[in-house]
């Protein structure tokens, strides 16, 4: 069975500073995907990134960072420099190859505050 | 591009009565829609899978005859809550995969339905 954890529930942090979302799976195929959504206050998911089991490099987009780590089964997220609209919760998920559905973890709220 | 709409967002009604939802891909084909239920700071619960041109598959405790789902094309999802009750109050939010090899849900906006 598959599993996703985030363990932080919430983070509180002051503009500019550097914050990582932690994300544990885990999942007994050889082959998945792992993502990160985000979702504000309105209440929209919105999709970041999807990473494939087979590609573990790091990824950086803007200021958003990904570190996929197999050897630990973490898939974790880092925003550089926060902004106030980097607050929402975040979603790490994971769906195994073959399957469309997506197992969730619980999220972790980011308050990011002025 | 992968955008999903998302109709109403936001309905209140009467005990009793019943709601329809609808979740458009706009600008991809989705033989795959998802319908999820989410409550207040908690995490999205899949409620069902839905299939475009077949019967859609319910997760375990999701009453089917409650909550109908019907595909009828490759764009359109609808949720029809029927005879609603309070305790059906809830976030709803719908995600459609795209077709083909790329494995990625995009989200609708969600639906706030609100049973008096």
């Known amino acids: 069975a598959q599993k996703v954890t985030q363990a932080q529930t919430e983070i509180s942090v002051v503009e500019k500073e550097d914050v990582t979302l932690d994300c544990v799976y885990e999942t007994r195929d050889t082959t998945y995907y792992l993502f990160w959504y985000k979702q504000p206050p309105s209440g929209e998911l919105v999709f970041l990134i999807r990473?494939?089991?087979?590609?573990?490099q790091n990824e950086i987009s803007g200021r958003y960072s990904w570190n996929f780590q197999k050897s630990t089964s973490s898939f974790n997220f880092t925003i550089t420099a926060s902004q106030v609209v980097d607050s929402a919760v975040y979603f790490c998920?994971?769906?195994?190859?073959?399957?469309?559905?997506?197992?969730f973890g619980k999220g972790t709220m980011l308050l990011v505050s002025p | 591009g992968a955008v999903v709409s998302q109709h109403p967002s936001r309905v209140i009604c009467k005990s009793g009565t019943s709601v329809k939802i609808e979740c458009r891909s706009l600008d991809f084909q989705a033989t795959t829609m998802f319908w999820y239920r989410q409550f207040p700071k908690q995490s999205l619960m899949l409620m069902a899978t839905s299939n475009e041109g077949s019967k859609a598959t319910y997760e375990q405790g999701v009453e089917k005859d409650k909550f109908l789902i019907n595909h009828a094309s490759l764009t359109l999802s609808t949720l029809t809550v029927t005879s609603a009750h309070p305790e059906d109050s809830s976030f709803y939010i719908c995600?459609?995969?795209?077709?083909?090899?790329?494995?990625?849900?995009?989200f609708g906006p969600g639906t706030r339905l609100t049973v008096l």
């Open positions: 990473r494939n089991s087979f590609d573990e």
């Open positions: 995600s459609a995969r795209e077709s083909g090899p790329s494995d990625t849900q995009y």
């Open positions: 998920a994971l769906s195994e190859a073959g399957y469309s559905t997506l197992t």
